[in-house]
């Protein structure tokens, strides 16, 4: 099953090639496009960072074994 920071990790040079591509083919110069892409990379690692935060996962309740009868 993949999960959200699994799509991330795919999406990351993704979003980077995409948008750098995408404005040198609109003429954009080099350097402008590079930076664009990385801070469109960026931008999506900082949500998976900051926005969904990775949390850990709760621990899993034992229940109860209620009285104990010493009998």
Do not use: C, E, Q
């Not at 948008?19 to 040198?24: E, F, I, M, Q, S």
């Amino acid at each position: 099953m993949t999960g959200y920071y699994d799509a991330v990790l795919g999406l990351i040079p993704v979003l980077f090639a995409g948008v750098t591509g995408a404005l040198l083919l609109a003429g954009i110069a080099l350097v402008f496009s590079i930076a664009a892409g990385a801070t469109a990379a960026g931008s999506l690692i900082a949500h998976a960072m900051f926005v969904r935060t990775p949390t850990d996962a709760p621990a899993p309740s034992t229940p109860s074994a209620g009285p104990v009868n010493a009998d």
